[in-house]
């Protein structure tokens, strides 16, 4: 921080010099080599800390140590809340395996429901396949549309087609729609 407000310094001091030259000294056409531009750069640079004022540096001073203090706030600040942003992201993490493992176990209760349905329907096939079609349209007829047509969908078109002619011929038109669209 130093190396920068001695930059800031001769800026300055530079600032003035350059402004105190277009006052006095015409412009000069001169070209130098570096050795000389650097030397008289030097000479220069002497003079004008000469005129410089030891309360207009010490002001200068306090103003740079006022703006590193400040800079020194914000950056505090600033590493606070990327702080904050990494705890916020691990707990964002965290809930979202959470809410992964929740749903993992909440679909393999749905699949378990689903095994044990399709077991229970799988077996109503067993017992509607083994009676009589009229035994088997009257129970199907007063079965919920939807359980009627996964069974009669897994019992032998022959059988199914009894079934369908034994049954009252709305249920059995209803369940005939629904049966077509099943096989789709």
């Known amino acids: 921080m130093k190396i920068a407000m001695?930059?800031?310094i001769l800026l300055w001091?530079?600032?003035?010099?350059?402004?105190?030259?277009k006052k006095v000294e015409v412009k000069s056409d001169k070209i130098y080599s570096e050795e000389e531009f650097q030397s008289k750069l030097s000479v220069e640079l002497a003079r004008m800390l000469k005129k410089i004022n030891k309360d207009d540096l010490t002001g200068f001073?306090?103003?740079?140590?006022?703006?590193?203090?400040?800079?020194?706030v914000k950056d505090l600040a600033q590493e606070s809340s990327v702080q904050q942003m990494t705890v916020s992201q691990k707990e964002f993490e965290k809930?979202?395996?959470?809410?992964?493992?929740k749903q993992k176990t909440f679909l393999s209760c749905l699949d378990a429901t689903d095994q044990k349905e399709n077991k229970r329907i799988e077996h109503?096939?067993?017992v509607i396949s083994g009676m009589k079609p009229q035994g088997a349209a009257d129970i199907l007829s007063v079965q919920g549309p939807e359980i009627a047509v996964q069974i009669l969908g897994m019992l032998e078109p022959g059988k199914v087609s009894k079934i369908?002619?034994?049954?009252?011929?709305?249920?059995?038109?209803?369940?005939?729609?629904q049966y077509l669209n099943m096989k789709r």
């Open 6 to 8: 001695i930059f800031f």
């Open 95 to 101: 809930k979202v395996q959470e809410f992964q493992e």
């Open 164 to 177: 369908f002619n034994l049954m009252d011929k709305e249920i059995s038109a209803r369940l005939q729609k």
């Open 61 to 72: 001073a306090k103003e740079l140590m006022d703006k590193e203090t400040e800079l020194k």
């Open 13 to 21: 001091g530079l600032r003035t010099f350059a402004a105190e030259e």
């Open 124 to 126: 109503m096939v067993a």
